[in-house]
């Protein structure tokens, strides 16, 4: 009896090692696709930026029905994006008010009110920079201190620098 107790959990087991490597082997196959393809639409956009200059009225991070973004736009993408929240600015350029999808890596550093020179890809904000050609630095979050530094602020330590 307790022989064909233990087949039948090795059996069990084995029917779920091989269903885990089936899906492993799919979700690498899967991953390489949409690598290709996000590589593919980088370039694309990559070839496309321009220059521009931007007076930055507000950003946001908005749902892309509530974005103002044209119609077109809400329509191409896919119905599994369409809830998520985007990174928005709203910019003045010329005489123009325009919505722009921004880039995440570079959405916090993008200051408020102020002008900057942009890489504008179509709608897309690739890359920014102040009006001097220096990096934007964001100033909504402050640097935290390290757990050194927060023992020397107890101790009343002078930091070393």
């Not at 069990?12 to 091989?18: E, K, N, T, Y």
């Amino acid at each position: 009896m307790e022989e064909y107790i233990l087949s039948r959990i090795t059996i069990v087991l084995l029917i779920i090692l091989v269903i885990l490597i089936a899906v492993l082997i799919a979700l690498y196959f899967m991953g390489k696709r949409l690598q290709a393809r996000q590589a593919e639409s980088e370039a694309q956009i990559q070839s496309m930026k321009q220059p521009m200059t931007l007076l930055v009225i507000d950003k946001k991070r908005l749902k892309l029905k509530e974005s103002g973004l044209p119609d077109q736009v809400i329509q191409q993408t896919p119905w599994y994006a369409k809830r998520s929240k985007v990174p928005v600015v709203k910019a003045k350029v010329g005489p123009q008010f325009i919505n722009f999808i921004c880039d995440e890596k570079i959405f916090d550093s993008i200051p408020v009110k102020k002008q900057i020179k942009a890489m504008v890809s179509g709608i897309y904000i690739v890359e920014a920079s102040n009006m001097r050609g220096g990096k934007l630095q964001s100033d909504e979050a402050p640097r935290k201190k390290g757990w050194l530094e927060k023992l020397q602020e107890k101790a009343g330590a002078k930091p070393v620098k």
